[in-house]
């Protein structure tokens, strides 16, 4: 039953070739974007760019002069500290190719491309297991402690949703600092609780790269968009490393747009808090355990008399909802599913098929 989930959510052909559903049917909690859809002048500027044959014909901004200055001004950074690139992983590609790392700590459980990237640059890759009983949180003496060169953290954690503490980011940095270890810190869902965010720490700290993500937040995940920041030596070289017109024109001014609008951030932050708030508590009164979420997601461990593969497949078969599958995260149980924040209506639905399958577990 495992493989038939696929490695990140959102696969949806998959699944329903699979399980014989069409994919219109499925309704997907696998992905965590933003269930609203992107912000309406997105649509706009893309309608606008595709009555000018210059947006296909030409190539893309070399160095994505206009995107740069939209994501600094949204992320109140300078633009010479950011590069940009189609996604996490091509960036993440680029600061390895630059920095002197032979050994990289990641704590589990993490996002499973992070090891992937590390293990095709021959970086040995150390995974401490933090208790699940505290949620996965970070613990300074746990990141610090050893020979390896780079810590890569996700804030929120991933796939728990957990929020480190800005205060606490920050000395987990300091310390890492005294140490010559370099904080590879992916803030790809830090857009729902800005504060802790510590982009704005890259000049002060030269050990420290941030990763940020439009896509998710703002509903774009097909428009492929991602940037990092760090200060301007160490951006100057990771931008060598990247390859040329890696961002589209079109999703250069998508991303542009999604960015300058305040009111869609704010409106945003507030219904995912509300929402999530009240999954939360109706996952609690069905007896399932749930992380502490900062970010658009649930970490779900299931009672231990409940198969959650079973839960996991009946879910598809009966209901047409799709949760993640959390097999290939290292250091979670067969216990653990994620599921996505979506729209009350969507989120309503699940709470019902997952009463249905946990009272028939």
């Known amino acids: 039953m495992i493989e038939l989930a696929p490695l990140h959510g959102g696969q949806l052909r998959k699944i329903a070739d699979h399980f014989g559903i069409p994919q219109s049917d499925l309704l997907d909690f696998s992905a965590n974007i933003n269930p609203d859809g992107p912000p309406a002048g997105v649509f706009s500027i893309l309608r606008q760019a595709l009555d000018e044959p210059s947006i296909l014909t030409n190539y893309p901004d070399l160095d994505e002069t206009e995107l740069r200055q939209s994501l600094a001004h949204y992320a109140n ?34 996002f499973v491309e992070y090891r992937r990237v590390l293990n095709q640059h021959k970086i040995e890759v150390v995974s401490p297991r933090p208790e699940s009983s505290s949620c996965f949180r970070y613990e300074i003496g746990d990141l610090i402690n050893g020979s390896h060169e780079a810590i890569l953290l996700a804030n929120p954690q991933n796939p728990s949703g957990v929020l480190c503490p800005r205060e606490m980011m920050l000395r987990i940095v300091e310390e890492a600092a005294k140490r010559k270890i370099y904080v590879l810190l992916d803030e790809a869902f830090i857009d729902y609780c800005p504060e802790a965010s510590l982009v704005r720490e890259a000049d002060r700290f030269q050990n420290l790269i941030v990763f940020r993500s439009v896509t998710k937040f703002f509903g774009t995940a097909g428009l492929r968009a991602a940037y990092s920041i760090a200060n301007a030596e160490l951006r100057d070289q990771v931008q060598e490393a990247i390859a040329p017109w890696s961002v589209t024109s079109l999703a250069s001014r998508a991303a542009c747009a999604a960015v300058r609008d305040e009111a869609y951030a704010r409106r945003s932050i507030s219904l995912n808090n509300e929402r999530r708030d009240q999954m939360q508590t109706a996952l609690g009164e069905l007896g399932i355990h749930v992380c502490p979420s900062a970010a658009n997601f649930l970490l779900l461990c299931l009672p231990s008399s409940i198969d959650s593969q079973q839960v996991w497949e009946r879910l598809i078969r009966e209901h047409h909802i799709i949760l993640r599958n959390c097999f290939n995260y290292e250091g979670l149980s067969r216990r653990h599913l994620r599921t996505a924040v979506r729209a009350d209506l969507e989120n309503e639905r699940l709470m019902e098929a997952l009463a249905h399958a946990v009272e028939n577990g």
């Open 77 to 110: 950074v300078r633009p010479d500290n950011i590069v940009v690139a189609n996604g996490f992983v091509p960036l993440l590609d680029g600061v390895l190719k630059v920095l002197p790392v032979r050994k990289c700590l990641v704590p589990a459980p993490a």
